[in-house]
């Protein structure tokens, strides 16, 4: 299996503050890779370095086989951010239209993408007019547009109803059999059982990396909660 | 290009969507020279020679105000570093934002300038192409420095402040209230430096004479020119990354 991005010591340091400390990982081609770690772990500051958005990363980042944030790569990497970043003043088909205009898609993308994401009957709705969880689906139809090859999304399932997020989790896991990456965070545990890989990201550091049924089995704990807090508590102390 | 088309169009929609802001743009500057117009209900003459003045000055300002907001919005918002991970380019942005305020300073500055011919009864004996052209190449030049400026500020209100902060002397030091030959030197000097300055001087020696003179030239060639200096100021701003 090939990589789809490659981290290789990869360190940022934020107002004297280590963020990401010597981190080093793989994410498989065609797989749905949770990054799983409590609020201020370093996720969106390792998503941001692979997008290339990080001023001030050390280290190696790789994606699609080009450095991070190459403009070869950028119409093939889709990006939701942690906010909801489209323009409230605008209708979601608006905002689709403009970014699809910016990633090439056509008309019958943008129709797929608000299909993908249940937004069908919201489309001339302005986006500062609808729910939070509905705004941060429209951020993720965006990211969906172009066909990426690999789509970074910090977060995108907070908010949302269980039934919703079930859909969202099915539609990432479809659009990874169809070839696509995806790299998905996420402070719910509950979520990390439906991603095929687990990235463990504590303090900035890489605690474990592996399958949900390796992270188990290597803990022997019942379920990933449990398993997360024992590889917390097998951390040298002060390190 | 079709980036770039695709940009303006998602400015203006923003516009439209925005309809007050909107109606201030247009009607403000044509209430502004009515009230002009009366306060010197007697001299007719000084209404002839200020009004060519402001009409320049207005869309300088409220483009500066209004593209420092919105592409302050963009980067606190985060759709600018959304849209910058696309490939979309800087340029596509800049020049997407330049076509959109351009075409809404000329609706400006249109209306205003019908107002001012028409009801208000202003008598331009001068060049007229040329000072619409003045008016136009300074509402450019304010959109191009909000842009730059909108780097600079962290909030709307830090935005809002640069217009006295920023705006504010170019209005005092421009030969607007006091000729520019009769300053201080220093005062001299930094209106010199100053590009609504030859904007104002242009305006003025364009709307007495339809000859068209060295010094003309000059004006118009300091405001075209300090449009791409600023915008490329702008550019550099426009930062994929940040820390």
């Not at chain 1, 699809?100 to 302005?126: Q, W």
């Not at chain 2, 209430?31 to 209900?41: A, E, K, M, S």
Request: proline share 5%; hydrophobic share 50%; aromatic share 6%.
């Amino acid at each position: 299996m090939s990589a789809a991005v490659e981290i290789d010591r990869l360190s940022v340091v934020r107002g004297g503050q280590p963020v990401l400390l010597e981190l080093s990982a793989t994410v498989d081609a065609g797989t749905v890779t949770g990054l799983i770690g409590p609020s201020g772990s370093g996720k969106t500051t390792l998503m941001r370095c692979l997008m290339g958005l990080q001023r001030t990363a050390i280290g190696a980042v790789r994606v699609l086989g080009r450095p991070a944030g190459a403009q070869a790569t950028r119409g093939r990497v889709g990006y939701v951010t942690q906010g909801v970043s489209v323009y409230l003043d605008l209708t979601v088909a608006e905002n689709l239209a403009y970014f699809a205009a910016a990633v090439g898609a056509s008309r019958a993308e943008e129709a797929a993408a608000l299909d993908a994401v249940a937004l069908g009957e919201f489309a001339d709705r302005r986006v500062d007019r609808l729910s939070g969880g509905q705004q941060a689906r429209v951020s993720l139809a965006t990211a969906l547009l172009g066909g990426p090859e690999l789509l970074v999304l910090d977060e995108p399932t907070v908010g949302l109803d269980p039934l919703l997020r079930d859909e969202l989790w099915t539609l990432f896991h479809r659009l990874a059999a169809s070839g696509a990456t995806l790299l998905v965070s996420s402070h719910v545990m509950d979520e990390a059982r439906r991603c095929d890989r687990l990235m463990l990201l504590r303090e900035g550091k890489l605690l474990a990396d592996g399958s949900p049924t390796d992270l188990l089995a290597r803990t022997g704990a019942d379920d990933l909660d449990a398993a997360f807090l024992r590889l917390v508590r097998a951390q040298p102390e002060g390190s | 290009m079709r980036r770039t088309w695709a940009t303006s169009g998602r400015v203006l929609r923003q516009l439209r969507h925005d309809p007050r802001t909107v109606g201030l743009m247009l009607v403000v500057p044509c209430l502004l020279l009515t009230l002009l117009r009366y306060v010197f209900d007697d001299r007719p003459d000084v209404f002839d020679r200020a009004a060519p003045i402001l009409l320049a000055i207005f869309p300088f300002t409220v483009m500066f105000v209004i593209t420092s907001v919105a592409v302050l919005r963009e980067r606190s918002t985060g759709t600018l570093e959304r849209v910058l991970t696309t490939p979309m380019s800087k340029l596509d942005i800049l020049a997407g934002y330049a076509i959109a305020f351009g075409a809404a300073s000329v609706v400006q500055v249109g209306l205003a300038l019908a107002v001012c011919l028409g009801p208000l009864g202003l008598q331009v004996p001068g060049n007229l192409g040329l000072v619409v052209a003045f008016t136009f190449v300074d509402a450019l030049l304010g959109m191009a420095l909000g842009l730059f400026l909108s780097a600079f500020a962290h909030s709307e209100f830090q935005a809002v402040q640069f217009l006295p902060a920023f705006v504010l002397p170019q209005l005092l030091l421009c030969g607007l209230l006091a000729p520019r030959a009769q300053m201080a030197p220093v005062l001299r000097w930094l209106s010199d430096v100053m590009p609504l300055s030859y904007a104002v001087d242009g305006v003025k020696r364009a709307a007495v004479t339809s000859t068209w003179t060295a010094a003309i030239t000059t004006d118009l060639l300091v405001v075209c020119l300090s449009v791409p200096i600023a915008l490329g100021l702008g550019a550099l701003s426009l930062r994929r990354q940040t820390p």
